[in-house]
Nanobody
Framework: VQLQACGGGLVQAGGSLRLSCAASGSTFSINSMGWFRQAPGKQRELVAGISRGGSTNYADSVKGRFTISRDNAKNTVYLQMNSLKPEDTAVYYC?????????WGKGTQVTVSS
């Protein structure tokens, strides 16, 4: 399985961005999908996850501002990010599990200026 993410960029605080990540390859076995992020000097952390059936979970820091969704027909996961804050600045990685194996995208930079 390969992952291709896009949608990062530079935005002012309070702005919005939408990330998307499309999976290709052996996509029939995809289970959960989601987004992690890693800021400079910090560990990678879960931002949001979504099961194949649509159940979602979010980091407390993004609840009410970010929305994760997926299109199973397109094997794509999305992350709508609103009310962005400078502390959201990080490299965002899409992730999925398939047959018990984790797959990662290369990461896309999100920078929020104050």
């Amino acid at each position: 399985v390969q992952l291709q993410a896009c949608g990062g960029g530079l935005v002012q605080a309070g702005g919005s961005l939408r990330l998307s990540c499309a999976a290709s390859g052996s996509t029939f076995s995809i289970n959960s999908m989601g987004w992690f992020r890693q800021a400079p000097g910090k560990q990678r952390e879960l931002v949001a996850g979504i099961s194949r059936g649509g159940s979602t979970n979010y980091a407390d820091s993004v609840k009410g501002r970010f929305t994760i969704s997926r299109d199973n027909a397109k094997n794509t996961v999305y992350l709508q990010m609103n009310s962005l804050k400078p502390e959201d600045t990080a490299v965002y990685y899409c992730w999925l599990t398939a047959l018990g194996v984790d797959y990662w995208g290369k990461g896309t930079q999100v920078t929020v200026s104050s």
